[in-house]
């Protein structure tokens, strides 16, 4: 199986702060990755797809980048409404196996 | 407006069995896989089966294969995750989530349900 790993794991930051989000493969997954925000008690939401693809209705201060075994989630300039926990999920796997997504990165206000 | 209703969630004894529900509306059912995902109490998400959108394909994690089922009726744009033998680290937070593709080979989520508790205890 693909193991999914965060970096860091939990992240403080101050809103107009710019942070990135590191995600690692174990092995290549070419772009086939997506990002999801969480906030408590809610679902998850899709931010990204396929690597660096702005899922519709998302604000431009998210970006992706990334292929093959490293990839990033950036926000440009951190909103109140930006702090919640973030996950990686590969899709390169196919059928799916194993658990496809990271541990998750736990952004909290300074 | 896309909507995903759960339902079934329960407090079940361990080896028990429990059958979730999950309640689609505003987008063409057949046209699209579905899965199941689930986060245990303070911990990361676990994606759990896939069904495709006509039925014919599943494909299950490691750790629910062979005692869990999904299935889905289309005529009732709904689907389920029979869930038997269960065990305590079962427990968890259930979502139903729509995958963006038919075929459920590369699951993406774009919309999810508010999640179903299970709770597997004595």
Known sequence: ?110 | EVQLLESGGDLVQPGGSLRLSCAASGFTFSNHAMSWVRQAPGKGLEWVSVISGGGRNTYYADSVKGRFTVSRDNSKNTFYLQMNSLRAEDTAIYYCAKDVGITGTTPTFDYWGQGNLVTVSS
Do not use: H
């Open chain 1, 1 to 110: 199986d693909i193991q999914m790993t965060q970096s860091p794991s939990s992240l403080s930051a101050s809103v107009g702060d710019r942070v990135t989000i590191t995600c690692r493969a174990s092995q290549s997954i070419s772009n086939f990755l997506n990002w999801y925000q969480q906030k408590p008690g809610k679902a998850p939401k899709l931010l990204i797809y396929l690597a660096s693809s702005l899922q519709s209705g998302v604000p431009s201060r998210f970006s992706g980048s990334g292929s093959g075994t490293d990839f990033t989630l950036t926000v440009s300039s951190l909103q109140p409404e930006d702090f919640a926990t973030y996950y990686c999920q590969q899709t390169y796997t196919t059928p799916p196996e194993g658990n496809t997504f990271g541990q998750g990165t736990k952004l909290e206000l300074k």
